[in-house]
């Protein structure tokens, strides 16, 4: 359970993390996946979307505004072209509920 404008906060092992447009090896950006039933193609770009969010500067946090219920979160890495990395490299799905009275985490209020 988490409150409405929740920080949802990245992290890796093993691979780095640097900005779309900036070719390093075994780097990518973090692309965020919210209530998606299928996952996008994995053999281009990824779309900007409501639904996948792009964190092309190598963010490593956002804060989410979701409606209140359950949602799933997927996070994805993709190369400095938003290309899903082979084999990807993606999280297990997280599933949430959104609700009024959640308890706010103390850093994560703004």
Known sequence: MVPPGFIVRFTI?????APAGVEV???????LLIDLDTLPDMNGPLPATPQI?????GQSETKLDLAEGPHT?????A?????????PVISDPIRITVAAD??????DVN
């Open 25 to 31: 090896e075994n780097t990518g950006h973090f692309h």
């Open 79 to 87: 190369d400095h072209l938003h290309v899903p990395h082979d084999p």
């Open 102 to 107: 959640a308890p706010v985490v103390e850093d």
């Open 53 to 57: 969010l792009h964190f092309g500067k």
């Open 73 to 77: 979160l997927r996070v994805m890495l």
């Open 13 to 17: 092992s093993g691979m780095g993390i």
